[in-house]
């Protein structure tokens, strides 16, 4: 009877060690997110053309001449909300960074479907569309507006798709927010 009673007592001291274990471990799980290695997930973000009148309204996100910065893993696939706050036409596209701006941005995106519908024509005021696509090459690229003489009067700011990067952000870290969603 003691014996038994001992191993009682024993099997349920197991069970709690067991229960505080898989809690641990699923709280830590939820603190890192993903294991590193693990499949490239989405970035999610808003781009506001000519959000405020800085730089004469040519900003996205009240940012120009690559003042704000979006940093993503190589691999991960963005999903960008574009709205036009401006009251002339705007449009998004993603480039190869160069410092000086063309006054024809190319009509053609860097990363497949990294555009806008109009490119050169814009978007009017109030217009919102969502543009995907994968970033599947490391390197510094840029957000720019592609109606032409946009992007030279400062309407860029930069993309880096880093090969060293576990995670999105962005700097300033106000700029926009960016959600993680599984692909
Ligand atoms: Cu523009």
Not at 124 to 153: Q, W
Request: aromatic share 8%; with cysteine.
């Amino acid at each position: 009877m003691r014996i038994r009673a001992a191993k009682d007592v024993h099997r349920r001291w197991l069970g709690v060690a067991l229960g505080v274990g898989l809690v641990l471990v699923s709280a830590a799980a939820l603190a890192v997110g993903p294991a590193p290695g693990a499949a490239p997930q989405t970035a999610k973000f808003v781009i506001v053309a000519a959000k405020t009148p800085a730089d004469g309204g040519y900003n996205f996100n009240g940012y120009s001449r690559g003042a704000m910065t979006v940093t993503v893993p190589v691999g991960w696939h963005l999903t960008i909300e574009f709205q036009n706050n401006g009251p002339l036409t705007h449009s998004l596209e993603v480039l190869p960074y160069t410092p000086t701006q063309p006054g024809a941005p190319p009509a053609t995106p860097v990363f497949s479907g990294a555009a806008t519908k109009n490119l050169q024509a814009g978007l009017p005021k109030g217009a919102k569309t969502t543009i995907s696509f994968t970033a599947d090459k490391p390197g510094t690229y840029e957000f720019a507006c592609g109606v032409p003489g946009h992007a030279a009067a400062g309407m860029w700011d930069k993309l880096v798709v880093s090969a060293k990067a576990k995670q999105p952000s962005v700097t300033p870290a106000s700029a926009t927010k960016i959600t993680t969603l599984a692909r």
